[in-house]
């Protein structure tokens, strides 16, 4: 560890130097990018950084923004965590950057999120979370699990009629939490005990023969059952593999995911996984000519016809363009006033419809519903009737029941009681 | 206009359909209906595809039969232009092969531009499913009838009894007779009301393992309604002949998990018991030999796109050979260099693995490879409703036994497995004797960095063929090669087979994060009292 620090130290030092004997850009706007290029996640995130840049290259031809071009300034937080927070208040103080679009997993959210509340940045935060957060810094440009969780689990009871649920999830915060939450409201809409099922595995599980076993024999109890799947990363290739081998099919027990994506699904043998679902704010294949705009301008920009486009990059994109709208009607990219401005800016959705930031910091954005069709890409099964505002603080818990997250005045607090009438975290 | 269009297309599916001799040609008027509920289907919706379905299921019956199954497998394209229904079947190369429905003849190449897929959902299919079970219980082959009975347990009305008088009237044996009956006794026990019959109904369903009669007999047991005291108490002893069947098949279901898991961990640890075991190296790029295997398996899938069933036992050859040299060549090229110095080895080969995943990160990519399971290993092995075995598992199961089964009669009977035995036991010694140690040393570390390659090609069909392959094994391997004892091939036997029962017993009670940290405390712990593991080595070797 000590070595890493070292060389990290020393290749931040280089880096410093590089930059200050250039030190130009009083004239362009600067994007930070805070997306891990190696390591583990540089699979999902290194999609996301091509995302910004390609908006950035966008935006540049239209003109940039307030007569100034933009400057993209991309870091390597090497899917290290507390790189993270390094790498944030390198791009804050050294750089100067007026925003930053970045993090892929809660806990490196978590660890960045200090940083830009001491300093006073800008983040754009484009992945599905668990919730329960809301900064003043930070946007939330993913789902939240009410608009992800619970309207999937809406469609499988009142379509489905699935009576019997398996919460299986890998062990970490995003699923532990969002499976609390779908425990209470489950619970709160009259499933038994008895007919919810919860099982975490660590990162990476392969050996799914007696999980899958036991969901059959939960699922064999003559009520129809369903799998709510929070299962991160390539462990879920081994589990829909081995719920093909047990004969399980998506007619019986139907797998629902919050983790599987057409990026996810790309370049795997999709057999064992058709007709099972995900649900996401966003689908490559839904129809509409502003997506098909960007799944081309996407395809030529990275030089691939096989690539695909998946939700976290419509999140980076609705929030790339909210925030482009927020400088112009500011004025400027000073933090506090281009904040002020994003709340109540609406964007089209890629895929129809009006996104818009709520005062929590949160999109109001419609829920697709996909099953999985065999060349990797999801037919739309169901969908929400509007847009469904995200929550910041859940309904469904007890700790968060009384809280809401408002960002305008007077309140101007992200976790307010309002039964005590109370701000208890960070105020402006 | 749109009428006009309509009939010309029902013209044109008729005229597309007759040379190609198909059911449809041949009875010419229900052809022509069915033709155009065929029709339909390029453009209907998700729903009104439902109802089609059944409108040629009412009109064509079992000469649908290849249309349904075409449709469940998702392979029913038509031709954006001529708007002409065909079966496709996709490539290697992503190109598609049209064939017709109905019939043998092929149609030649399309592109995805040309075609669209009538699409199916979960819904669909298993409407399709249905459709089919009743179409094969009285036309199909006797597995296809088993099926269609067994989905038809889940929902006795009065259409799926009549189908089974029919099929059981049409003469059935054995095992579809035996469900038949089976029905027959549910729906008896459902609807009669006299004691004795029901009674009787439940005599038959004692002791079956089918779901539906355990649901249905639960739901007698708890139905306040019931008042036949009789029955109930007769189905309750029912119900308890069931759970207990269930119960003793359960635990032989989680007996085989163990012994499954404990043949992935004997794969993974058997190459290092030799490296390790037998010549003393802390190999750290252990888990990177069995990661080349499988990328093996990769590489062979692609050179023989069309081979994919024999591309496995093609694979095990090729990667004994590559892991094997490119142990030979780390053994020749740093560990002989470090002998003697376990700490020096342990960084030099932590290195090598990090070059060697990095080397695969560059030529392939970072991204997981997509090595496909070939048929025969997919499915498994249906014992009886509650108890069945997948192929992948028992197949490697078996092959994890075969493999160390050659090892050591390669260690005990081969003049490298003396020569091996003799420079473990005593280098100086063997060396005085004229055995030319060090050939002999880098042969058996190729021999233990092939065996993890084999290893590799076994893993690739059961987790993500990606550069982090080695990374999940490494622990593992070692610690199965500490339990069973240094030096000591048995025990890796015996060690991997234990953890991994022990594993997947812990596993329903504790889940498999609480189960997995149990284990490893326990093997701590058992260090602890007997540092040589489960069957230390003895006599002057052992020092």
């Known amino acids: 560890m000590n070595v890493k620090k070292t060389i990290a130290s020393i290749a931040l030092a280089a880096g410093t130097s590089v930059i200050s004997s250039v030190a130009l850009a009083a004239e362009t706007i600067k994007v930070g990018v805070l997306h891990s290029l190696s390591g583990t996640m540089a699979i999902s995130e290194t999609t996301l950084k091509d995302t910004v840049l390609m908006m950035v290259d966008e935006q540049n031809r239209k003109g940039g923004l307030l007569g100034k071009k933009l400057e993209a300034v991309v870091v390597d937080p090497a899917s290290d965590w507390p790189l993270f927070a390094e790498k944030a208040r390198e791009l804050l103080t050294k750089e100067e950057v007026d925003v930053i679009f970045g993090c892929w997993t809660s806990v490196s959210r978590k660890s960045v999120l200090p940083v830009v509340e001491e300093l006073n940045g800008l983040m754009f935060y484009p992945v599905q979370y668990e919730g329960e957060e809301s900064s003043k810094n930070v946007f939330y440009t993913g789902a939240s699990p009410n608009q992800q969780a619970i309207p999937a689990v809406d469609y499988l009871m009142s379509d489905l009629e699935v009576e019997r649920w398996v919460l299986a999830g890998t062990d970490y915060v995003y699923p532990r939490t969002t499976n609390k939450i779908l425990e209470a409201y489950l619970k709160a809409a009259g499933v038994a005990e008895e007919d919810i099922m919860i099982s975490y595995t660590p990162f990476g599980h392969s050996d799914w023969q007696g999980i899958v076993s036991d969901i059959k024999k939960f699922g064999g109890a003559g009520k129809k059952t369903a799998v709510v799947s929070t299962i991160n990363g390539d462990a879920n290739v081994p589990f829909y593999k081995e719920l093909g081998n047990q004969g399980v099919s998506s007619e019986d027990i139907p797998v629902v995911a919050f983790s599987v994506g057409e990026e996810e699904l790309s370049g795997i043998d999709t057999g064992p996984l058709v007709g099972h679902l995900a649900a996401w704010n966003y689908f490559q294949g839904i129809d509409s000519e502003a997506n098909e705009y960007f799944v081309e301008q996407w395809k030529e920009f990275i030089g691939d016809e096989k690539r695909v486009t998946n939700d976290p990059m419509e999140a980076t994109y609705i929030g790339f363009n909210m925030w482009a709208k927020a400088v112009e009607k500011a004025g400027t990219t000073e933090v506090d006033a281009v904040e002020q401005a994003m709340i109540g800016i609406e964007f089209p959705n890629l895929t129809g419809g009006i996104a818009k930031m709520n005062k929590n910091h949160h999109l109001s954005k419609p829920v697709f519903i996909g099953e999985i069709q065999d060349d990797g890409q999801f037919e739309v099964v169901w969908e929400t009737d509007g847009v469904v505002a995200g929550d910041a603080w859940s309904d469904f818990l007890p700790g968060s029941k009384d809280l809401i997250a408002d960002w305008t005045a007077p309140i101007k607090c992200g976790n307010y009681n309002t039964k005590s009438k109370a701000c208890s975290g960070q105020v402006q | ?543």
């Open chain 2, 1 to 543: 206009m749109n009428a006009l269009l309509h009939k010309l297309w029902s013209v044109a599916i008729v005229l597309l359909l007759l040379p190609t001799g198909s059911p449809l040609a041949q009875s010419e008027s229900a052809g022509t209906s069915a033709g155009s509920v065929l029709q339909q289907l390029t453009e209907a919706s998700l729903k009104r595809t439902g109802e089609l379905i059944g409108q040629l299921e009412q009109t064509g019956g079992a000469e649908m039969r290849p249309l349904f199954e075409v449709m469940l497998a998702g392979e029913l394209y038509f031709i954006k232009e001529s708007k002409q229904i065909i079966a496709i079947t996709k490539t290697e190369r992503r190109t598609y092969i049209g064939r017709d429905v109905f019939g043998e003849a092929t149609l030649g190449e399309f592109t995805s531009r040309e075609i669209k897929k009538i699409r199916v959902n979960n819904r669909l299919r298993s409407q399709l499913r249905e459709t089919l079970a009743r179409i094969d219980l009285l036309h199909g082959s006797k597995s296809a009838q088993k099926q269609a009975v067994l989905a038809m347990l889940d929902d006795l009305n009065e259409q799926n009894m009549r189908l089974l008088t029919a099929a059981q009237q049409g003469g059935v044996d054995g095992e579809v007779a035996r469900l038949i009956d089976l029905a027959a006794a549910m729906v008896q026990l459902r609807d009669s009301r006299v004691s004795e019959e029901r009674l009787e109904a439940i005599g038959v369903m004692s002791g079956q393992l089918e779901p539906a009669v355990r649901n249905q007999l639960q739901r007698l047991v708890d139905d306040a309604q019931e008042q036949d005291l009789a029955v109930r108490a007769a189905a309750q002893k029912a119900l308890d002949k069931i759970s207990e069947r269930i119960e003793f098949f359960g635990q032989l279901e989680q007996l085989f998990f163990g012994l499954s898991l404990g043949s992935v961990l004997l794969l993974a640890a058997i190459g290092l018991a030799i490296t390790f075991g037998v010549m003393g190296v802390i190999n750290m790029a252990h888990g990177e030999m069995i990661m080349l295997g499988a990328y093996t398996t990769y590489v062979i899938q692609q050179l023989f796109p069309g081979a994919i069933a024999y591309s496995l036992l093609i694979a095990v050859p090729a990667a004994f050979l590559v892991s094997g040299s490119v142990g030979v060549l780390i053994e020749r090229g740093v560990i002989r260099h470090l002998q003697g110095r376990p700490l020096e080895t342990l960084l030099a080969t932590f290195g090598i693995s990090l070059i060697l995943q990095q080397a695969v990160r560059s030529i392939f990519s970072p991204l997981n490879m997509q090595v496909v399971t070939p048929n025969w290993m997919s499915g498994s092995l249906v014992i009886n409703p509650v108890f069945s075995v997948t192929y992948n598992r028992l197949y490697i199961l078996l092959f994890a036994l075969a493999i160390f089964a050659a090892l050591v009669v390669v260690l005990k009977k081969s003049s490298l497995g003396l020569n091996v035995r003799a420079v473990s036991q005593n280098r100086d010694m063997a060396k005085a004797m004229g055995v030319r140690t060090e050939m002999v040393d880098a042969m058996t570390f190729g021999l233990g960095s092939g065996i993890a390659g084999v290893a590799g090609v076994a893993l690739s069909q059961l987790t993500n063929v990606g550069p982090n392959l080695g990374q999940s094994y490494i622990i593992d391997s070692f610690m199965v090669v500490v339990f069973g004892g240094v030096g000591n091939l048995l025990g890796t036997l015996v060690g991997g087979f234990s953890l991994g029962v022990a594993n997947k017993f812990l596993e329903p009670s504790m889940g498999a994060v609480l189960a997995n940290i149990i284990v490893l405390v326990g093997l701590i712990l058992f260090i602890q009292k007997r540092p040589k593991g489960l069957f230390p080595q003895r006599g002057r070797a052992a020092e």
